[in-house]
């Protein structure tokens, strides 16, 4: 079998989770197929972490095999801001691919070498470039992750029929996504003004115009995120607002400025639904209607990797 001579960066976008990164870094060094990059972006985090990572970068026993770039952002750009950071990093550093997943994503030791393997079995029955290839996420109690599975594709049991254990789908959450280079230079990088919520969905659903995207079954990580339960609008509390207020625009903004007033009116009325039929408190709604309507304003332009950053 022929060398693979492509390379592989693994980008992680921290924000004082330091314990969980840790965990995450240490299953990066068990992965049965090392990446030959490895990006780890600290989100201005304050919890120690720049200490660790200039340790952990002093005493990194995989620098005859692995590149390690440490990138530091000096403000907290989210998890949109963070990826986009990340993907552009290794688009400079060369790689082919960037492995992008969060900082508390504990990949198992052949997820990225079951990643590659179905990225090329894909590639091959289909016949066509595929612009992302994402794993099966669980929780760490071994269930689905409840928050992290894909939307699939009206035929996503193609593959499966050609003896593939490999879903198509339409979208996917950044978990463990893999997305080739040519990808990130035809539809360039995720929405960075995102800051968190639905930046992965739409980035998904932009890069899939031509062809769906794949998740392989037999690439699995472990998404440790507390509780293992989806979110709606009906959820909305004093503690987690200010994160739905982020999704209230940004996918707002999604439906209105991609696909049209009605598709945004649809949405706005599913909002205000779910958080009526949830007890929503009607201070906590004015919040998410002000952001709905923000979202008028708000349509940020794409960012091609390509193209150097203005200073």
Known sequence: MAEDKRKIAAVVVTYNRLDKLKTVLRCMEEQTRLPEQLIIVNNAATD????????????????DKIQLDIVTLPTNEGGAGGFSAGMRRSYELG???????????YPEPDALEKLVDGYDAASAKLGTNIPFACSLVKFIDGNISEMNNPMTTWDWGRLMAQGLNIALVSRCSFVSVLIPRWVMESYGLPYKEYFIWFDDAEYTIRITDGC???????????????SNKG???????EKNIWKFEYGARNEGSYHLHHEGMYQYLRFCAMV??????????????????????EAWNFNP????PQVPVKD
């Open 301 to 304: 332009k794409i960012d091609y």
């Open 212 to 226: 769906p995207g794949i998740q392989v079954m037999d690439s699995v990580v472990l998404h440790d995120m507390g």
């Open 48 to 63: 120690g972490t720049d200490q660790y990572l200039a340790e952990y970068k002093a005493n990194f026993k995989f620098a």
């Open 272 to 293: 205000m639904n779910h958080m009526r039929r949830g007890g929503v408190a009607k201070p906590l709604q004015k919040r998410i209607y002000k952001k709905l309507i």
């Open 231 to 237: 979110v709606n609008y009906s959820m909305i509390d």
């Open 95 to 105: 790689a082919d691919f960037a492995w992008i997943f969060d900082d508390d994503g």
